[in-house]
């Protein structure tokens, strides 16, 4: 079983900083994309960032500047470090890997997510 575990979020004032983590743990092979989405209150789950194992990232436009993402390849982990955040970064923000299971096939796990509310 492969578990997607995120860290990080809570309550922080606009213009402040937050570093989320998300571990993946379970029965791995290997792990190829991995990335960040949201989503705000009465909104659709919308992509933050994503990066290759080989470290290339895309950014949704909104984010750029602002926040970072990066991965730890020996610890199944990614980051998102967010910078200057406003209360529209106010969402649930989920975890998401495409990886690969021993003995199985490639395929798309999501976190449970972690709430992150930015006060004005």
């Known amino acids: 079983q492969v578990q997607l575990v995120e860290s990080g979020g809570g309550l922080v004032q606009a213009g402040g900083s937050l570093r989320l983590s998300c571990a993946a743990s379970g029965n791995i092979f290997s792990i190829n994309d991995m990335g960040w989405y949201r989503q705000a209150p009465g909104k659709q789950r919308k992509l933050v960032a994503t990066?290759?194992?080989?470290?290339?990232?895309n950014y949704a436009d909104s984010m750029k500047g602002r926040f970072t993402i990066s991965r730890n390849n020996a610890k199944n982990t990614v980051y998102l470090q967010m910078n200057s955040l406003k209360p529209e970064d106010t969402a649930v923000y989920y975890c998401?890997?495409?990886?690969?299971?021993?003995?199985?096939?490639?395929?798309?796990?999501w976190g449970k997510g972690t709430l992150v509310t930015v006060s004005s």
């Open positions: 998401n890997a495409d990886l690969l299971e021993y003995g199985s096939s490639r395929m798309d796990y």
């Open positions: 990066i290759t194992s080989g470290g290339s990232t």
